[in-house]
Structures are given as structure tokens and as C-alpha cells.
């Protein structure tokens, strides 16, 4: 009994330290200069958890690559660009968390983080009941949403379990 | 719609943004500080004339209180003497403070922005006493606004810009209102439009253009105080992620002034170093 509520304790907490982002790349509009994407940089990398963050000037491709385990959140990457007086559009993330909702109403929720998406396919619908209640990798578009907030809905492209 | 409003704004208001630290040396420009950025700067400008040269030195500090407004202040301090004209142009030994706020920001596509920045600020005299006529009179406090509009791009900027400052009156003497005005185009070949791990350069013609009114001394006008100058002449701006360095000369277009009381003013210059220290700082979830 003693190992089964240790093994339990244990893949909750496994699920928990994979659910996080990988991956957030975006696109920031106004940057013109070197200390623009400086800034951006060193904005980034203040964020716990940012593993490596690469600015391209000439297409305002911001990608940020994260440690596994971190509890970084949208807003955060959001604040990032705004500080510095720039904005950005959608979003493309590659990111673990729980698949919740119903098979008709699904959520996507980043463990850690208050991040939470209604999920809408970007492209052909998939059948993701199946995978309610688990733990997925999905990689989608966040659209852009007003300045000062996340998007809460997510246009997924792939959903599968996480490994 | 939202530019021609931009640049009938910049018209029709008096004064204007002092120069930030990483745009051009002599102009009004629109760029502030990022949210918690600290900027410092350090600069020498001279002005050379027919009654010797002034070389004046200053240290600059701005913080972005918000993405949108930056306090500085500018203190300077001044060698040699030129016997020249009042200056907003060029820093004189009048120590500064104020604030500036981008009131439009308007980000159109990927790397340009169209942006408006107004700046207001108090003038205060420094130890250093002026040369020549300015030199006699009691110094008193003033306020300085300005006010820039323009468009940053990855290739090409475009700025124009005005200041006006007003000194107050001091034991029956009054320094001259001084009305400013600037425009700037720069250029970045596509050469150099590399990644920000690499030295970002960019080019500007700058045009600067003054009018100060007369000095007055003793309660009674200065005959012929008076003077108007127009400058144009290349500035190049160089920047390594946090530090910058920017340099630029002007020669006269236009020159109303009285060279019994000033002069002749032949060329200024300037060198301006910036380092910026940005913020990290995120709030957390």
C-alpha cells in the first residue's frame, strides 16, 4: 500500500515537472536596432527558465528555447516584449500540459502556470478524446491578443501524448 | 491617416526630444528608454568661431519609468570660450532635468515603427559662467520643450523635431528665448542590416536650425542680439548590443548673426558615448 501511494506521489509529480513550455517563438513588430534586440534578449533571458533565446532583426523572429521543468509563463514572455515598447503577433508554441475539458470543449493547461487554452484546430479537426486527461505535447498558434494580455484560446496543429 | 496627423502635430506645436542615445548627435529624436532601462551618457561638443572655441562636456542619465516615459537629466560643464550665441542645439553649462513621453507609438510591421515623443523639462544654471555677452548677465532658471516625430526602420529613419526655451528674468537681465528645430535623415546599407551580435552602424544628414531672440541686460534690449543659424553635416552612430558611439560635424547654411557681439561661428561637433543597461526584470505569474 505504502508503494503504491509513493508511486502515485511520484507520477504525479512527473506529470507535473513535464508540463511546461519548450518552445515560444514570436514574431515582435517595431524593432529596428541592435539595442532593440538586445533588450528583447536580455528581457527573455531574466525569465526563469529560458534556456536560449535567439532575436533574427531582419524577420523579428524572437525563439526562445526553455529548460525542462520551468514554470514560465505567457504573460511573462508578453511583458517581455511590451516593456521595451515593441508588440508581437501570434505566437507558435510547442508546450506539455494536461488535456482537459470534454472531447467537444477542450482546455489545455500548462501545469505550473495559470495558463489555461480553449484548444480549436488550426487546420482538420482531430479526435482527442482519447487523450483527455493526459498528459499531451501540442504545438499550436497563439493568436495575438490585446496589449497587456494572452490569448486564451490556442489553434492547435498536433496533439500527441506526451512521452 | 495617423502619419499626416503625426507630422501636422509636429508642425503646429512648439518645442520638442532632445537627442536620445542611440540616434543622431545634433537632432530631435523620438527613442526612450525601455521600462527600467538605464541609460548613460557621456558627450563633448564644440563650437569653433572667429572669437575662439568653446568645448563643452556632459554627462547624461535617463530611466524608463514605463516602455513610454524616461526621466533624465543632463549635467554639464563647459571650457574655453567662444563668445557664441545661445545654444539648445549644442549643451552650453545649463544643467537639465526632465521627462519625456512617446505619446504615439505606432508599430506598423516588422522592424519600423512611426513614433512621437514630447519632452518637458527645467533649465537651471550651472557654476560655470558663459563667455562673452551671455557671460555679463544674471542667470536665471528656465523651462525647455520639445517635441519629435518620425519613422525608425531597419533601413531608413526619418525624424523632424522643435524645442523652444524660456529663461526667466534674473536682477533686470533675461538669457534669450531660444526656438530649435531639426530634421534628420539616417541610413543603414544592407550590408549592415546583420544580426544584433554584430556592430549596428547607421548614417545621418542632420539639419538643425536656431533662432534666438534678444538678450536683454539691465532691463533694456541688446541692439542686434538677435540671431538665426541653420546647420547641416553628416553624424555616424555606432552600437554594440549596450554601448553605443556616435559622432557628427556641421557646417553653417545660414548665418544671421552680429559678429561684433558673436563672431563668426565656423563648425561645431560632437561626440556622444551611451551605455545602456537594460532590465531583466519580469514580474512573475
Redesign the interface.
Known sequence: MKKLFVAGILAVYSAAAHAEYEQVDL?????????????I???M????GVNTVD??????LVTIKLNPGN???M??FN??V??????HKDVVIIARGKLTGTASAPFFEVSG???RFALVPATNSMDIAALLGQTVTITGVLPQAPKGKVSDTLRYNTITEAQ | MKSIMVLVCAFALPGIAIAADHGPVFSYATPVNSQRELSFDTSIFGRNGSQGTQLSTGSGFGYGLTPHITINAFLPATFGSGSLPESRIVSGSEWSAGVSWRFLHSVTSVGKRIESTASLGVVVPGPQQDSGVLGNLHRAPGVAGTLATGLASRSQYVWIGGGYTRFAEASNDRRPDTISWSGVYGYRPAKLRRGYDQWDYRGFAELTGEHTGNVRTNGLILPKSSTTTLWLGPSVLAIFKDVAISGGVQAPLFRDASDAIYGREHIRFAVNFSYLKYSAHTSSH
Open positions: 514574431t515582435v513588430f517595431g524593432m529596428d536596432c541592435a539595442p532593440c534586440a538586445h533588450a534578449h536580455v528581457s533571458k531574466g525569465i526563469q532575436v533574427d532583426l531582419n524577420t523579428g514554470s514560465a509563463a504573460s511573462q511583458q517581455a511590451e516593456k521595451n515598447g515593441f508588440t502556470t495559470q495558463d
